[in-house]
């Protein structure tokens, strides 16, 4: 006799969807076990019933997709899983009870969460985030409902502050300073912000949070409308996340229908409603008030601070505009106290920071860490080190904004202070690791390429002093490079950043100052010698075959775009350089390392 | 009234005035090439960086308001380097001829070029380059000469309230034009011309017509419609090559079309230059004398027949008040008759 | 491209949702992109006439966000990252490869028959992937020059039901 | 200004223009201000900026609407009964001002009842504004602290244009809005010195500052200051003086600056007295349409060629400076006038201008304590009787000049010509920013004819719809009294049934076709109703 459905045991498949996973095909993947179970279910009356859960990002996404299966107590991860691989879990996991080996999650998985502390995280990689109950269920809206029944916006904005919690936009103000300023303002309408208009590129936390976790922004929102006193709160969303963009409406919808936004909430006289602002393509208006131009739909040109957007903000009236990270730590904090977040980190970087580590790293993917941490714990101990190990070269912080820290300040704790002073910013957390193949200069010229393009072009030192940057170490990679060129790169850089309007011309220098204080032998090198250290700049190359290992297969001058390499079949082959192009073809594809770039 | 010191001197300045206000206000010389005194601020040319003790990084003055017991310093070896680090900037991607623009000599760039003896640039790179000249008849719009301060956006939008033209792309792409780049169609104003500090913007009238030098200016009021706006005509020779306005005035320098380019009447060839009689029905050149001899032997003999009444004089809006108190007291006094009037009705 | 007819009534719709917004200007271009895939001249003159701002205000927010395109755009986008991770793991040469195999002189282009947009965006946050090409929308993981150049082959076969060259 | 000068004792703007911009309300009505006075435009923009609110009533959509929040679009010549209904509104709302109305004014009680007539719904059948709008309208401007009024000749030009500044002037009177900073009644002047003509008694029944000629102690003054015998009989006004030659009694003019042709209503008619006299002399600076019917034409000098005061709008006085020597053989108009006078045996040389400007302060105290040192930057406003007065910025401080404010009762009535099944549309006509006035001066500047290179007509889009007349096309417009061909300007901007031409071109002269009705005491004529018909070409 068949059992009920209701009286089975239930299975849970959970599987993730956050940018990695649906790229590796997290959805297709869910489809496959559908399939799969309900092929069985012809010939065969399963035991159990399955259910399946999509979630948000997990942070390990060089092995994704990954799955869970749950099966009551237990709970077995898969790594690497592509849809063909489903109806063998099916069938060897799910019915026959033997996990299977070979798709298992290995120690390098333990070894990435081992260093790790997961606060924010912990929820987005396990709840479903298109549901206001997962959130709920896992203590979310506790905190909002605790300081509506207990709590004065003074009482809110005191835990704030003695949480010790700072900016994880960039600069690393202290967020209760900010929200007691935007209180202490004179207005009756006021507003708060979520700036989500992650820019960074190499940077995916914001991202991540909202697509596996939106409810802990929105209610992080409401707590901070309620310290501040504003009744209306506004997302400004980079349309470039649909799915990001999707979900926040999907639980601004789902937050409304059950009575979590709105008027007089939770029985309190507090009411909040939000609003969703899509950015249009700007890196600028990651900046406050140039955001705050962009809702306002003008040109997201900054302006000019003070008066400062806690007194004159959106529509003139007082605003706090907080970052997405900060935000979401918030219903934590209220929920288990400011001295619990203040326990973790260092003295003056308190919590948990996330980064989203990439480049040329194993372990690559959205990681948590307790502030204080060694940047050589996150390369080696989480990253698992170098692809093809290869020998490290430096780690890139703070994106455009940031700088290159080099091997021997690996040492150096993961603070506000302690990064600034190698140079770099913690900024919202890319962390992208670069090796002994990559040029600084040219990765100074790709972070100068991106502000230039990105510069409002409002104040002069942005506008043409970024371009005059962008010029000499185009011409540096370039091999035309002159004497003086890097004094001139040092006084520009300087007055650059002094007298720039806002926060992206002022740190736009980083990229090259850090990478000149560190790595001015490679600057050296292009312009003295006309060479390329790490064999990056495609100028400074020259190609060719060397005949004695060259066994003529051809595959080569197949490969070559340009026609520059001629040579019979099975005899050495050779490279015009007049024609050749230096796109490293060849080099890529010779399998005897017959080619040689110097 | 805020208290503050600029420069060690202590200063009192009203509620809400800038930084770069108050030291204005005490003939502390600041400078600057995107703020105008009529115009909100903008803080993007960077020139007007103070240092203020105990903000760690300069300000602009132009955006800072005056605060009590502020400390500010406008000059300092740093600020003017800056300054000069800047203005080189600005000259790395701007045309270099001076020779032959029209601003040449009332250029507020060309003027701190040289003040900071900018003479060999640490700068060069790419300048922006326009091929297509804007046809509107009015304004010349060298947009390779702008420096994108934003006055004439500012004006434009604030004074004027038209808003014909804003800033368009970004970056070093970042041009001033109106929409989708096509010819200037706006009410022509000129009010962008008069706040431009470079010679990006100028009359198309007065190209090459003369720029300082054997210019005479003669101050004025317009006679076009009743507002009485006040005017500057530069003179050269005995032509007027171009109006202008100044800020200190009743219409604080702003003009409409009319005022602004409608001047060439004054010159024109089709003037009337000399007296006119009618003759076997045309009207034929005569002497002062003859003509005037037989106007009023004319009016005599109409005056003698008919009595005064049958003469009228009508009078001019247009002509001074003195002309049009003499022409009723020729009507009254002289011809007899309250027969006068004028064209106060249309 | 819609009659003008059709066309202003897409427009009266944006008109009426967000006419009373503050600051819509932004809105207005992206409903307007989101129906029509770009944003006609006649629509800006349009919004302009019935809302009493100026066309210009337009064209500078239009020319500001690279969100925005004044022109149609190619039926299929294709989009390579070239963020910090994506550009030190070869993104740049995936983004030459692509162009070179559509025949498109630069950037943000699309090709004559209308079926290809190239574009070369800024980090699309999916870093741990990198490098990534997107095509239309959908994120392609850990591409090649050469498995890019194979992905553009397959869509030209699915455009054109020929294998192309 | 007559109309003002019965209600007040004085005809001039209340205010001065520095003040608008802190007015709290505009209210506009019959001023297409941003074109024809587009300085003050731009103080009125100010004082959007500022927060102040519009009321714009035009049947034409005028660039003022933009910046409006309220637009009244009341159908041409219907002023006084949307006036009326909005003062009938204020009374029913209390929002008059009962102390100042006790204080300063006369005759309040007959006039109230006037009113009872007009009530809002009243107001919408004849006006064409509906109800809701005459009720905001009202108490945007009865709850308004510093309101100022505005008109120009939208209101004048008009067969009943006294009335309509009788019921501008019982608006403000009834409010109290007069006699305040910022706050009172202000008529645009259309040209540079309209103001300083009246001003100087270039006009039929006042000698220089308002002094009437039937007054005998007045014209024994200018007796003794002239030394003439002077006639006390009032003369004729401009549009007087035309039939008086057509009926034979005037026989010659002399016009000074002036184009009558060209400006006065009904051109063929026009040109056809002027025609008929056995003298007319023409003093100006361009061969205009009046030059050419001339017996004799005198050179002038413009503007730039000579020294002297203009009266602005606002009653100041500003200096005229002479810039460059006038050309040929032309001359100034005083040179000219002082030699004629001399032929008439009558000396009238002066030393220099500013003597004659000082014989205009000793007949008249309000000029005195001017003079050209004192204006040699920025001009002073009449009143200002002595060297040490600082000038008056605004009228009616403290009272009126004839002690107190009169409410003059005014009822609608139709225009002169109003539209019938022939002649079916109405017209107005007007300037626009470019060209001004006959355009014998923006003429010759080039740019500006590119830009406004010639006449037309505009038309509401629904009416040439109906006619398939397209924009761009060529119409003929008719009226009673001859017609014009011109292209058609297509468009939302006028109202139903009515078009608008400008007046400023020759080619296609609007006065071919407008009505020389005048207003019984203004003599103004009806410039903006007169009933046309529009053929396709």
């Given at each position: ?25 997290g ?6 076990f ?18 399946y ?21 237990t709970?077995?991860t ?34 990435f ?23 709920s ?7 909002i409902?605790k300081i ?8 809110v ?7 010790g ?14 929200w ?25 936390m914001d ?28 997302v ?13 409406k ?16 939770f029985?309190s006289?507090?009411?909040?409603d ?15 008030t140039?955001l ?10 900054p ?17 706090v ?10 219903p ?12 973790i ?14 480049g ?14 060694r940047?050589g ?33 690996l040492?150096?704790p ?10 770099a ?10 090796d ?12 100068l390429?991106f ?12 506008r ?43 740190t736009a ?56 390499i ?33 | ?27 502390i010389?600041i ?42 310093t ?8 800056l ?15 001076c ?5 040449a ?24 380059t ?21 006055r ?5 939008d ?55 030098k ?36 009743l ?21 009337l ?7 076997d029905?045309k ?18 003999d ?45 | ?15 009426a ?6 600051g ?6 992206q409903?307007t ?5 770009y944003?006609?001249?006649?629509a ?7 809302l ?26 294709l ?13 740049t ?7 070179r ?65 | ?21 802190n ?24 004082a959007?900026?500022k ?9 034409r ?8 929040d ?7 010549g ?17 929002l ?8 300063w004014?006369d005759?309040?009680e ?6 009872a ?82 001003d100087?008694?270039?006009?039929p029944?006042?000698?220089p ?14 007796e ?24 034979g ?37 361009f ?32 200096r ?6 006038s ?7 005083s040179?000219?006038?002082a ?17 004659v ?8 105290p ?6 050209y ?20 910025q ?10 107190k ?11 002169a010509?109003?539209?019938d ?5 109405i ?33 509401n ?7 398939a ?26 109202l ?6 400008p ?17 019984p ?17």
């Amino acid at each position: 006799m068949a059992q009920s459905d209701e009286t089975k045991k239930k299975v849970v498949v959970r599987v993730c969807i956050g940018t990695g996973g649906l790229a590796a095909g997290g959805k297709e993947v869910i489809e496959a076990f559908k399939k799969a179970i309900s092929d069985f279910c012809v010939d065969i009356e399963l035991d159990f019933t399955c259910h399946y859960q999509k979630v948000g990002c997990r942070g390990f996404c060089a092995r994704d997709v990954l799955v869970d299966v749950v099966d009551g107590d237990t709970s077995v991860t898969y790594q690497g899983i592509k849809p063909d691989i489903a109806k063998r879990i099916v069938q060897e996991h799910l019915i026959n009870g033997q996990p299977v080996k070979e798709w298992l999650i290995d120690d390098s998985y333990y070894s990435f969460h081992s260093k790790q502390m997961k606060v924010l995280l912990k929820d987005c990689g396990t709840i479903d985030p298109e549901d206001i109950q997962a959130y709920s269920k896992v203590g979310g809206y506790t905190g909002i409902r605790k300081i509506l029944s207990t709590m004065t916006p003074e009482d809110v904005i005191a835990e704030i502050k003695a949480s010790g919690i700072r900016g994880r936009g960039g600069a690393g103000f202290p967020t209760g300073v900010k929200w007691e300023a935007c209180r202490k303002a004179q207005g009756d309408v006021k507003y708060i912000v979520c700036n989500a208009d992650e820019g960074d590129p190499g940077a995916f936390m914001d991202r991540s949070i909202i697509e596996g976790n939106p409810h802990s922004v929105i209610e992080g929102m409401m707590i901070a409308a309620y310290a501040i006193g504003a009744g209306l709160g506004y997302v400004y969303i980079r349309a470039e996340y649909p799915a990001a963009v999707e979900r926040l409406k999907l639980a601004i919808a789902q937050a409304h229908e059950t009575g979590h936004l709105g008027k007089g909430l939770f029985g309190s006289d507090f009411s909040f409603d939000l609003r969703i602002k899509l950015g249009a393509g700007a890196f600028v208006c990651g900046e406050e008030t140039a955001l705050i131009a962009s809702i306002e739909g003008e040109r997201g040109m900054p302006r000019a601070k003070p008066p400062f957007p806690v007194h004159r903000g959106l529509w003139g009236r007082p605003t706090v505009i907080n970052n997405v990270e900060t935000l979401s730590n918030i219903p934590y904090i209220i929920r288990n106290g400011a001295s619990w977040y203040s326990s973790i980190g260092t003295d003056k970087s308190k919590g948990t920071k996330v980064f989203a580590l990439t480049g040329k790293i194993r372990n690559t993917g959205l990681i948590e860490v307790p502030m204080g941490i060694r940047l050589g714990e996150i390369i080696y101990d989480i990253g698992g080190g170098i692809i093809g190990d290869k020998k490290f070269k430096a780690v890139q912080l703070g994106g455009p904004s940031g700088g290159c820290i080099p091997d021997h300040l690996l040492d150096t704790p993961v603070t506000y202070e302690d990064i600034v002073r190698t140079g770099a910013i913690v900024g919202s957390g890319g962390m992208v690791v670069l090796d002994e193949t990559d040029c600084m200069v040219n990765i100074a010229k790709f972070f100068l390429e991106f502000t230039q393009a990105e510069s409002c072009g409002k104040c002069v030192p942005c506008r043409i002093g970024t371009k005059r940057l962008l010029e000499i170490l185009d011409r540096i990679t370039r091999g035309l490079g002159k004497e003086g060129d890097i004094e001139l790169l040092e006084a520009l850089c300087s007055d650059i950043k002094v007298a720039s309007l806002c926060g992206l011309g002022q740190t736009a220098p980083n990229p090259v100052l850090s990478t000149l204080k560190y790595f001015r032998h490679e600057y050296e090198a292009h312009i003295k010698d006309k060479k390329c250290p790490a064999k990056a700049c495609k100028d400074l190359l020259i190609y060719s075959i060397l005949e004695d290992i060259c066994k003529g297969c051809g595959v080569c001058k197949r490969a070559c775009p340009a026609g520059a390499i001629s040579g019979d079949k099975k005899k050495p082959h050779k490279i015009n350089a007049d024609l050749c192009i230096r796109c490293g073809a060849c080099f890529d594809v010779c399998k005897f390392n017959s080619v040689n770039r110097e | 009234m805020i208290k503050l010191m600029i420069d060690g001197k202590t200063l009192s300045v009203p509620d809400g005035t800038t930084v770069l206000d108050a030291a204005r206000r005490f003939h502390i010389n600041i400078p600057t090439l995107c703020h105008h005194p009529k115009l909100t601020p903008f803080g993007g040319c960077r020139l007007c960086l103070v240092e203020i003790k105990g903000i760690p990084r300069p300000v602009t003055s132009c955006t800072t308001p005056a605060a009590e017991g502020m400390e500010v310093t406008t000059t300092s070896p740093n600020l003017e380097s800056l300054r000069k680090t800047v203005l080189e900037l600005i000259l790395s991607d701007h045309p270099n001829d001076c020779m032959i623009c029209e601003r040449a000599g009332d250029c507020t760039l060309q003027e701190l070029a040289y003040f900071y003896g900018i003479r060999k640039n640490r700068f060069s790179g790419e300048r922006r380059t326009y091929s297509k000249r804007d046809g509107n008849p009015f304004i010349e719009r060298d947009m390779e000469k702008c420096i994108l301060c934003g006055r004439c956006v500012k004006v434009c939008d604030e004074v004027e309230g038209v808003a014909a033209i804003d800033f368009a792309y970004r970056g070093f792409k970042s041009k001033i034009c109106p929409p989708y780049e096509k010819d200037l169609n706006c009410e022509f104003c000129g009010q962008c011309v008069a706040v431009c500090p470079t010679g990006a913007l100028t009359g198309k009238a007065w190209k090459q017509r003369g720029r300082q030098k054997d210019v005479r200016e003669v101050d004025t009021t317009c006679a076009y419609c009743g507002c009485g706006c006040s005017l500057t005509l530069h003179v050269q020779g005995n032509e007027v090559i171009r109006v202008t306005s100044r800020e200190d005035t009743l219409n604080e320098g702003w003009l409409c079309v009319k005022g602004r380019f409608g001047y060439n009447f004054i010159n024109s060839p089709e003037r009337l230059k000399k007296p006119l009689i009618r003759k076997d029905g045309k009207l034929e050149e005569a002497s002062w004398e003859t003509a005037l001899d037989y106007v009023a032997g004319r009016l005599k003999d109409v005056r003698d027949k008919y009595g005064p009444n049958a003469i009228a004089g009508l009078s001019s809006a247009r002509c001074t008040n003195e002309e049009n108190y003499l022409f009723q007291k020729f009507i009254r006094g002289v011809i007899g008759t309250n027969n006068v009037d004028h064209c106060a009705r249309y | 491209m819609l009659e003008e007819k059709d066309m202003n009534d897409v427009l009266d719709r944006i008109i009426a949702k967000y006419r009373e917004d503050e600051g819509n200007v932004i809105f207005l271009l992206q409903e307007t992109q989101d129906a029509l895939g770009y944003i006609p001249e006649e629509a800006v003159a349009y919004f302009s006439k019935k809302l009493d701002i100026p066309s210009s205000r337009f064209y500078g927010v239009l020319t500001f966000y690279s969100q925005f395109h004044l022109k149609p755009r190619g039926k299929n986008i294709l989009s390579v990252c070239c963020g910090t991770a994506c550009h030190v793991k070869g993104g740049t040469k995936i983004a030459e490869r692509i162009q070179r195999d559509l025949g498109l002189a630069s950037d943000g282009e699309t090709t004559e028959d209308g079926k290809f947009t190239f574009e070369i965006v800024r980090c699309v946050g999916a870093c741990s992937i990198a490098p990534v090409v997107l095509v239309n929308n959908k994120a392609h993981a850990e591409m090649s020059a050469d498995s890019a150049s194979k992905l553009v082959t397959e869509l030209k076969k699915k455009e054109t039901g020929v294998g192309a060259k | 200004m007559a109309g003002l000068a019965t209600v007040f004792g004085s005809g001039a703007m209340t205010n001065s223009m520095p003040e608008i911009e802190n007015n709290d309300l505009l209210f506009v009505i019959g001023s297409n201000t941003t074109e024809t006075h587009p300085i003050i435009g731009l103080k009125m923009k100010k004082a959007f900026r500022k927060g102040a609110k519009l009321i714009v009533a035009d049947p034409r959509k005028i660039d003022l609407v933009r910046f409006a929040d309220l637009w009244l679009r009341q159908r041409p010549g219907t002023d006084v009964a949307l006036l009326n209904s909005i003062m009938h509104v204020i009374l029913r709302e209390g929002l008059e001002d009962t102390e100042f109305i006790n204080t300063w004014t006369d005759d309040f009680e007959s006039f109230r009842g006037s009113l009872a007539e007009f009530t809002p719904e009243t107001g919408e059948r004849i006006t064409g504004v509906p109800k809701e709008k005459i009720i905001q309208a009202a108490l945007l401007y009865g709850n308004a602290e510093r309101p100022g009024i505005y008109y120009t000749m939208g209101i004048t030009q008009h067969t009943h244009g006294t009335e309509n500044v009788y019921a501008i002037a019982n608006l403000a009177l009834m409010t109290g809005n007069l006699g305040k900073e910022s706050t009172g009644v202000n008529p645009l002047r259309g040209q540079n010195n309209v103001q300083g003509a009246t001003d100087m008694g270039c006009t039929p029944n006042m000698y220089p500052g308002y002094q009437r000629v039937d007054v005998p102690a007045v014209k024994e003054k200018f007796e003794r200051e002239w030394n003439v015998r002077l006639s006390e009989k009032v003369g004729l006004t401009a549009t007087e003086m035309l039939q008086a030659i057509t009926n034979g009694s005037l026989k010659a003019m002399y016009i000074m600056g002036e184009n009558p042709v060209l400006s006065d209503p009904d051109m063929g008619h026009t040109i056809k007295a002027l025609k008929e006299l056995d003298l007319l002399v023409v003093q100006d600076i361009f061969m205009t349409e009046t030059a050419e019917l001339a017996d004799v034409v005198l050179p002038a000098a413009s503007f730039a060629e000579k020294d002297g005061t203009f009266t602005n709008t606002e009653r100041r006085v500003q200096r005229v400076r002479r810039a460059v020597n006038s050309p040929g053989e032309a001359k100034r108009d005083s040179a000219i006038i002082a030699e004629l006078s001399r032929l008439f045996g009558y000396d009238m040389t002066y030393h220099s201008d500013e003597a004659v400007f000082r014989e205009i302060g000793r007949l008249w105290p309000a000029t005195a304590g001017i003079s050209y040192r004192r204006i040699r930057k920025i001009g002073v406003q009449w009143p200002c009787p002595t060297p040490d007065h600082p000038g008056t910025q605004y009228l009616f401080k403290g009272g009126f000049p004839r002690g107190k404010g009169r409410f003059t009762a005014v009822s609608y009535r139709p225009s002169a010509e109003v539209p019938d099944n022939e002649y079916p549309y109405i017209l107005s006509t007007g300037r626009q920013l470019f060209q001004y006035h006959t355009g014998t001066m923006t003429r010759k500047t080039s740019a500006i004819e590119t830009v406004a290179p010639g006449p037309y007509v505009e038309m509401n889009d629904e009416d040439a719809q109906g006619l398939a007349v397209e924009d761009g096309q060529k119409v003929r417009v008719s009226s009673r009294r001859g017609s014009i061909e011109v292209s058609a300007h297509v468009s939302e901007k006028t109202l139903r049934g009515m078009v608008f031409i400008p007046f400023h071109f020759k080619e296609a002269a609007a006065n071919v076709l407008t009505n020389p009705a005048t207003d019984p005491v203004c003599s103004i004529p009806e410039f903006k109703v007169c009933a046309v018909k529009i053929e396709s070409l």
